[in-house]
């Protein structure tokens, strides 16, 4: 399990300055501490679009921001994403909550009840093929043993001027 208290201290330890972002349930944690700690200032915004022109904004004048947003309004963002941090090659970490990861463990979905048709969830189906088809890299997080690939995100993000993704399986706890 990843909890709440060390991927804050992570972000922390990256220099992030800002947590922009829609909460929803499995990072609710993250942003309650975010919002506590006196070093990250958080920014919450209506639509997950508004994010990324707002961490854009804050990365040009020297700010290091994250990008906090389920999956489903990751896929809405695609044009904010695209005229704001691909374009402009601004190097934002944005951390993604996997929202039906579940459904999809050895492609057959969760079976509600027995005799039951198993169901997966179209937001988890479409990440990772709309990571690839936009170019963004990513890494998948699920326990706190996996926190130094948040850091390898953020130098990617770094190396190649530009947005890399870290995909938070389950919650936050």
Known sequence: MLKAETLVAQLKSLGITHAV???????????????EDPEIKVVPVCREGEAFAIAAGLC???????????????????????????????????????????????????????????????????LEPTLGAWGLPYVTVESDGELNRIAEARELAVQRSGPAAVLVIGSCG
Request: glycine content about 12%; hydrophobic content about 40%.
């Open 21 to 35: 972002g829609l909460s929803d349930t499995s990072l609710a944690r993250v942003f309650s501490l975010c919002q």
């Open 60 to 126: 040009v004048g020297g700010k290091t921001p994250v990008v906090m947003v389920q999956n489903t309004g990751f896929l809405e963002s695609g044009d904010a994403i695209r005229g704001t941090l691909v374009n402009m090659k601004l190097p934002v970490l944005i951390l993604i909550s996997y929202r039906g990861y579940q459904s999809l463990l050895n492609g057959t979905g969760v079976t509600n009840a027995p005799g039951k048709n198993s169901w997966i969830d179209s937001a988890a189906t479409f």
